[in-house]
């Protein structure tokens, strides 16, 4: 079954709301004051309304300002922007064997953000981000956005529609470089297309591997045991096609992504019993089909 993988962009607003205190009462004495004492008191007094009165006058103003919004009507002052989702690098990478089928995927998905003079709770924040009103216009927004390709190093086509955003299918037809282009209004995001040669020996060595695991001096898990279970990570090209094969090798063999150096959250450092299979892994995991989850993977 073909499952969904979008990634919904959610933002809350966390507002810096003013606390004023009320004003300190000044201590009464039952003894009689000294000369002097008295105008000071008064003096003390009066500066004390007129603070009192200022933070009252402070807090009318301020809250002149920061009205209650309904819903609809955050909403309505939303501005709006979009970003290829699961893609930062502005690149994708991806292979091609003449046997095999690789395919990218392109989510791109739009979202509102409140401007900075409006200042809301994390709770009203919620229910912007969690209203009908929210989704409606999201997919007004969402309605607008278009993705094209080089068509003579992959084949692209609509693969899902949702509130947020389009999810584009690209399947390569060749190896070599081109360009793509995600654009809502006047926004274009320009994304590289890099598609290496392959051979269908590889993906089949790299396969093996993933299912089998090492053993002797530098023994390594089959990826199969942890990847393909319900809650395995997903290392599809969903996510990964934004990786260079160098990075994901790295990833692979060390834990650690040679890119950003972000570290796998549990230990991963796989070995292998051959340079074939060595070769093939990363050919293996491009030919992945990104629509699926990684326990419904073959």
């Not at 709006?80 to 392109?106: C, P, R």
Request: net charge negative; aromatic share 8%.
């Amino acid at each position: 079954m073909v499952m969904s993988q979008q990634v919904i962009r959610c933002h809350i607003l966390f507002a810096s709301i003013a606390l004023i205190g009320a004003c300190s009462q000044g201590k009464q004495t039952d003894s009689k004051p000294e000369h002097g004492e008295t105008a000071s008191a008064e003096k003390d007094s009066a500066s004390e309304t007129k603070s009192s009165d200022q933070k009252e006058a402070d807090q009318a103003k301020q809250d002149a300002s920061n009205p209650t919004y309904s819903v609809p009507e955050l909403v309505s002052k939303l501005t709006w922007t979009a970003e290829i989702a699961n893609n930062q690098n502005n690149k994708v990478f991806s292979g091609y064997d003449g046997t095999n089928s690789y395919k990218i995927l392109i989510d791109i998905a739009v979202f509102g953000d409140l401007p900075p003079t409006i200042k809301v709770t994390e709770e009203q924040a919620n229910a912007v981000y969690d209203s009908p009103e929210y989704l409606a216009a999201a997919a007004v927004e969402a309605a607008k956005i278009k993705f094209t390709a080089d068509a003579t190093l992959v084949s692209t086509k609509l693969s899902e529609e949702y509130d947020e955003g389009r999810v584009f299918e690209l399947t390569t037809l060749k190896a070599g470089s081109g360009m793509a282009k995600a654009s809502w209004g006047s926004t274009e995001i320009p994304l590289a297309i890099q598609v290496t040669a392959y051979t269908a020996a590889q993906v089949t060595a790299g396969k093996q591997r993933y299912e089998t695991a090492v053993a002797g001096a530098t023994p390594s898990a089959a990826c199969a045991t942890c990847h393909r279970s319900a809650t395995g990570i997903d290392h599809s090209p969903y996510y990964m096609a934004q990786y260079t094969d160098a990075v994901l090798l790295s990833t692979i063999e060390t834990g650690v992504n040679s890119d950003d150096n972000y570290q796998t959250k549990s230990p991963h450092k796989m070995t292998f019993a051959t340079a074939a299979a060595k070769a093939g892994i990363v050919p293996y995991l491009r030919s992945l089909d990104p629509n699926l989850l990684p326990s419904e993977q073959k």
